[in-house]
């Protein structure tokens, strides 16, 4: 049985919680399985032998590093290919985002291997991995067990928990490869921070949600401005996001964040079951709908039947008189 590898995503010299998170359920299951667990990076200066030999202190053994294009799916399959190849591991785990289904997805497609996505669980059962999924709406189960000599799992985003072990720090060791000529077809061209991108929506306690009901692009900025009176942040759902009026950061729901804020405030979201699944936790959920019909309202603890165009601005004037 060889040891687990997982995928560490880093920005700006800082590593990735849904990365770290990874690591910390890659150790617990290592050591349930009795082998190691070990971390891929690829990236360039930033990465320094300090930044990645923290990794330890969630249990990573040893952190494989090579220099290579960052945020690129490509060269990152190259590389755990290669580490994969050199030394054996029979589990991959990845934090999840689209980053990480890209590199899982092309890693399986490489090494003949099994792949399960969206897992929310894993357990060791004789001696293998066992993957859990949500399906048909969250409402179900399924377990994957893996043949072959290489399983790889996709965590859903913040499945797993970050937890500091304590050990110490990781050894880094230098990975030396050429990369297929494929992966050079594709380059960075830019990297930029996103709209609402510089606010962790799993940390805010308020959180203004917009859907398709804002109408285009330009409506969120009625969120923004509830959200920035009231001290939170803005999130979406995915019709929202898929039609490119907001980053997926900010998704709530089966394919996104969940979250549990203690107020959350809905508006023209229709509360669609993946959407619910996202946000049912939150403390105090306030709808803002004009249909009366329209399933947010059963689940939640105040509705406001009529259209958001003008009660969002007249809840953030509101909200500004009353602060003074
Ligand atoms: P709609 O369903 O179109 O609702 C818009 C609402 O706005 C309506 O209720 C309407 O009455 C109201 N409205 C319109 N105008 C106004 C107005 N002026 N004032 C007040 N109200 C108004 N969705 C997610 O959100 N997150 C996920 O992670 C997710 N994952 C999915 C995964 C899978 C596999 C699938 C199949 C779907 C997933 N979805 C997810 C999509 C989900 O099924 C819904 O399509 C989506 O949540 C609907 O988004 P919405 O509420 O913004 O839009």
């Not at 990573?60 to 030394?87: S, T």
């Not at 859907?211 to 509830?226: I, M, N, S, V």
């Not at 105090?284 to 958001?308: C, M, Q, T, Y």
Request: charged letters at 20%; proline letters at 2%.
């Amino acid at each position: 049985m060889g040891g687990i590898l997982v995928y560490v995503l880093h920005y700006e010299g800082a590593l990735n919680k849904n990365s770290l998170g990874a690591v910390s359920e890659g150790a617990k299951l290592a050591a349930e399985l009795g082998v190691d667990c070990d971390a891929v990076v690829v990236g360039g200066g930033d990465l320094t032998n300090e930044l990645i030999g923290t990794l330890g202190n969630y249990g990573a053994k040893k952190v494989y590093r090579a220099e290579g294009a960052e945020g690129l799916a490509q060269p990152v399959i190259d590389v755990m290919d290669k580490v994969i190849g050199d030394n054996g591991h029979s589990y991959v785990i990845f934090g999840g985002g689209l980053l990480g289904f890209e590199i899982g997805a092309g890693l399986a497609a490489r090494r003949n291997a099994g792949v399960t996505m969206e897992v929310t669980g894993v357990s060791v059962e004789g001696g293998k991995l066992v993957a859990e999924r949500p399906i048909l709406g969250d409402s179900q189960i399924s377990r994957s067990h893996y043949k072959g000599d290489l399983g790889i799992i996709i965590g859903r985003i913040n499945a797993f928990e970050v937890k500091e072990s304590g050990g110490g720090a990781a050894e880094v060791v230098d990975v030396q490869l050429e990369y297929s000529p494929w992966s050079n077809q594709a380059t960075m061209v830019q990297r930029g921070e996103q709209r609402g991108a510089d606010v962790n929506i799993e940390d805010a306690n308020v959180l203004v949600a917009g859907g398709r009901g804002l109408g285009k692009a330009e409506g969120f900025q009625l969120c923004e401005d509830l959200a920035g009176v009231l001290g939170g942040a803005v999130a979406a759902t995915r019709a929202v996001v898929d039609a490119g009026w907001y980053p997926y950061a900010a998704q709530i729901g089966q394919t996104g964040k969940s979250v549990a804020p203690k107020l959350y405030l809905a508006a023209g979201i229709s509360g669609a079951i993946q959407h619910k699944v996202g946000m049912q936790a939150s403390e105090n959920i306030v709808a803002i709908n004009k249909d009366a019909n329209a399933p947010i309202f059963e689940f939640s603890d105040l509705g406001i039947v009529g259209d958001l165009n003008k009660i969002l601005p007249k809840l953030t004037e509101a909200v500004k008189a009353k602060k003074g």
